[in-house]
């Protein structure tokens, strides 16, 4: 099978950065994707990393490591409307090229 | 630019009744299409994709079933529901071959 592993929930301090991690489990392995979703809302893409290394989009920034299976999300100078869930997700051979095996979730908190 | 559209957005059902979720996309042709089910607090589970009009793939045995009559349309059915098909309904895109998943904004199924 395949599984994704990242903490259920992160709490930090407005102003902050944080790191989430993802670690993953699967066959065939093509990229991780980061997506948020606010309570109620649909989730939103944020970043997608085929390639070793760190992507950086404004204070948002994603790393991968291929040979470690492990990536994280880095969000820099938080702010309030951060608070949100953040869900890793694996596009692999296993889940199929155009499908992705996402997550449970990490919780975000941001206090003032 | 494009669109992704579901109704209803908010749904009660009593056990046994049938169901029927619509989604639509706009601005763009021939997307791949993704049925997803959301637990409260949990990740997102893939029920279905389609590659095509016609070309229904399942993920995860059930008693729902999908169609795709129209290239830009994605239906969720199901003859009768039970206590365990209560749930976020997501629909979601994505062009052939792109790294980022659209959503459309979900049904919420209450199953009584």
């Known amino acids: 099978g395949q599984s994704l592993e990242q903490p259920s929930e992160v709490t930090a301090v407005e102003g902050a950065i944080v790191q989430i991690n993802c670690t993953y489990q699967?066959?065939?392995?093509?990229?991780l994707s980061w997506y948020q979703q606010h309570d109620g809302g649909a989730p939103t893409f944020l970043s997608y990393?085929?390639?070793?290394g760190l992507e950086e989009t404004g204070r948002f920034s994603s790393f991968l490591s291929r040979s470690d299976s492990y990536g994280y999300l880095l969000l820099q100078e938080l702010q309030m409307k951060d608070s949100a869930s953040y869900f890793c997700a694996v596009r692999s051979h296993q889940t199929g090229a155009n499908n992705l095996f996402f997550g449970t979730g990490t919780r975000l908190t941001v206090i003032p | 630019s494009q669109t992704i559209h579901q109704w209803p957005a908010t749904l009660v059902q009593p056990v046994g009744s049938p169901l029927s979720l619509e989604c639509t996309v706009e601005?763009?042709?021939?997307?791949?299409l993704y049925w997803y089910r959301q637990a409260a607090g949990r990740g997102l589970q893939l029920l279905f994709y389609?590659?095509?009009?016609?070309?229904i793939s399942s993920e995860v045995p059930q008693n729902l079933s999908a169609s795709r009559p129209q290239d830009r349309q994605f239906i969720l059915s199901s003859k009768k529901l039970l206590l365990s098909d209560s749930g976020f309904y997501l629909c979601?895109?994505?062009?052939?071959?792109?790294?980022?998943?659209?959503f459309g904004p979900g049904t919420r199924l209450t199953v009584l």
């Open positions: 990393n085929a390639l070793d």
């Open positions: 979601a895109w994505s062009a052939t071959g792109g790294d980022e998943q659209f």
């Open positions: 699967t066959s065939g392995f093509y990229g």
């Open positions: 389609s590659v095509g009009i016609g070309q």
């Open positions: 601005g763009t042709s021939n997307p791949n």
